[in-house]
């Protein structure tokens, strides 16, 4: 873990190496100081020679200038070192982030990835700046200070000794059941920070649903485990000011005990007690400091384990050696496919497939409708194309060659999606538009809305296609939002062309419209029609018909109603009852 989060540091590596530089200077300086204050008071002041005032004076004063001066720049090195190590383990996350595939983000929950990105970079950065500075200063004047009282007097420097075995053991007690506590709390911070996401962006149905109340409860809830859980923690942390206090305070005693009798017996000074008593507060103090470090050190590395599993996620899809960087055509081959999805979190497959001996072979420019149950495998039969995943047996081809063989980004731009799930981001529609080809005029854009029927509402905008989008879409229709989004994938001008469910919220009207653009305006592009409704794919060429991850059939929709049972069904209640073919009809009712 360590190892993966210094590799961040990259640019900062100087400033970071600055930074214990300085405090150690700063260090040094402040120990010299009580060595030079009892000088003042033995050949000073006792010996009433103001000369030697004066002159260990002056050296007092260029000692505590130099320790400022140090202390402040060791303090700026810290900042930029912290700030920019922080700033690099986002980056390298988010850029790894952008690497996965769909099968790495299935183990992440989305608030598990913000809260890694917030609020455990932040306490690792604070651990860091904190290791930067008080993990050298703290053991450094601690050595520094027990040595300087080894030299004023050895007998009575065991009292800091027999302190500082027994303040360690309290503290690495303390700590241990800390941490433990700590690997929770910010799997915790997870739940609550999903809790606020899912909430924000479902207001509406929260709102519809008159489910405020129920949403309260829900977050109290999260925000109460975690409150439990600090309270917890702290109360085992509570025990770390009063062993420290007993300790000092136990350590001054006896130094004023033991002090005072080596004075009588004139083994030591009256300086060199006072500069002992200075020593012992320094000594106590960076004892408290490197308690401070253990606390923030048990809570960064849970974030930094976190943070270590996003950084070294490996994507399950890379390009190859060689990569193919042409596609020839927009054929498609299923070769005896089977394909099952990962198990959350770990790298083990689920056992059961999801898709099973698929074998279809898909001409250049052909129009395929598919339809079938809610999760028959429909979606994931399409994602297998543009390899958004990686099949379990058996292979894709695209233009006659495995899909494995391609350059991702090259078979990516030539496969154009239009997800289930229609997104888009704040900006423009032109700037939304733009996503599907980044160098498209107005014109081109205004072109493809025109093919995806979504010039019509926008003509209407007060502001046409410099309106604004704002996040997730929210000021357009779910028709709307779905009319841009096939604009966008045509921009591509893809060699394939996938619609997943993708007019769902279009009236049929518009519907057919569309379909009926894409006879014209793309008729060398082939085109999967995933849709609910028979009306959206019955000018197919060919509809493939999915249940339970298998092809039950295949064919024009004629051949299909004479052949396949689960088609005519389909029809049937399309067309006679609910439209809902979820609950397909018994088997008793074919006729029509």
């Not at 690792?124 to 030299?151: D, E, G, K, W, Y």
């Not at 606020?196 to 809830?221: D, G, I």
């Not at 270590?308 to 596609?327: H, R, Y």
């Not at 032109?430 to 010039?455: F, K, P, S, V």
Request: with cysteine.
């Amino acid at each position: 873990m360590v190892s993966i989060l210094l590799k961040q540091i990259r640019q900062y590596k100087k400033v970071s190496l600055l930074t214990p530089l300085f405090t150690a200077l700063e260090v040094l300086m402040e120990v010299l100081i009580p060595f030079v204050t009892a000088k003042i008071i033995d050949q000073g002041i006792e010996a009433g020679s103001i000369t030697n005032v004066y002159q260990y004076g002056i050296l007092m004063l260029v000692l505590a200038g130099l320790s400022l001066l140090s202390g402040i720049l060791a303090g700026i090195f810290a900042a930029r070192a912290s700030a920019g190590f922080a700033c690099n383990l986002r980056d390298g996350m988010y850029e790894n982030i952008q690497r996965f595939s769909f099968s790495n983000i299935d183990k992440y929950s989305t608030a598990g990835l913000v809260t890694r990105m917030t609020t455990d970079v932040t306490n690792v950065q604070n651990a860091f700046q904190m290791t930067l500075r008080i993990a050298v200063r703290a053991p450094l004047m601690l050595v520094c200070s027990m040595c300087m009282c080894v030299v004023i007097n050895a007998r009575l420097s065991l009292i800091f000794f027999a302190a500082i075995l027994l303040l360690a053991a309290i503290l690495g007690l303390v700590i241990h059941r800390a941490t433990r506590i700590f690997d929770v709390v910010f799997r915790k911070y997870d739940d609550l920070n999903a809790s606020v996401q899912e909430n924000v962006s479902a207001v509406r149905v929260v709102k519809a649903f008159v489910r405020e109340s129920y949403e309260n409860e829900k977050f109290e809830k999260a925000a109460q485990n975690l409150y439990r859980l600090f309270v917890k923690a702290e109360r085992i942390l509570a025990f770390n000011n009063p062993a420290m206090m007993l300790v000092v305070y136990g350590c001054i005693l006896g130094l004023s005990w033991f002090g005072a009798r080596f004075i009588v017996a004139g083994s030591l000074t009256t300086g060199q007690l006072t500069s002992m008593f200075s020593y012992v507060m320094g000594i106590m103090m960076s004892l408290m400091m490197l308690s401070m470090i253990f606390v923030m050190l048990s809570m960064s590395t849970a974030s930094g384990r976190r943070i270590a599993q996003v950084l070294s996620e490996q994507p399950d899809m890379e390009n190859p050696g060689l990569p193919v960087k042409e596609i020839a055509d927009g054929s498609i081959d299923f070769n005896h496919v089977s394909f099952r999805y990962k198990k959350t979190q770990t790298e083990e497959e689920s056992g059961e497939n999801t898709l099973s001996g698929i074998d279809l072979h898909i001409s250049s420019g052909e129009t395929i409708g598919i339809i079938g149950g809610t999760g028959c495998g429909k979606s994931s039969l399409v994602n297998l194309i543009s390899r958004l995943y990686d099949v379990t047996e058996g292979s894709v081809c695209v233009g006659g060659r495995d899909v494995r063989e391609y350059d991702m980004d090259t078979l990516r731009d030539q496969v154009a999606v239009v997800l289930q799930k229609n997104v888009l981001f704040s900006g423009t529609i032109l700037d939304n538009l733009r996503w599907g080809n980044e160098h498209a005029t107005e014109e081109e854009c205004m072109n493809a809305c025109i093919q995806a029927c979504a010039d019509e509402f926008i003509s209407r905008f007060p502001k046409g296609y410099h309106t604004y989008i704002e996040q997730g879409g929210t000021n357009v229709s779910g028709g709307q939002k779905q009319r841009l989004c096939i604009a966008r994938a045509l921009l591509k001008h893809p060699k394939i062309l996938i619609l997943d469910d993708s007019t769902s919220a279009v009236d049929t009207a518009t519907d057919a419209k569309i379909r009926k653009a894409f006879t014209a305006a793309i008729p060398g592009t082939t085109k999967l029609i995933i849709a609910q409704r028979i009306s959206s794919v019955q000018d197919a060429d060919r509809i493939i018909v999915m249940d339970d991850g298998k092809i039950n059939g295949i064919g024009t929709p004629e051949e299909l109603m004479e052949s396949n049972r689960i088609f005519k069904e389909i029809y049937d209640t399309q067309m006679n009852g609910s439209g809902d073919f979820d609950q397909p009809v018994t088997s008793g009712k074919e006729g029509v």
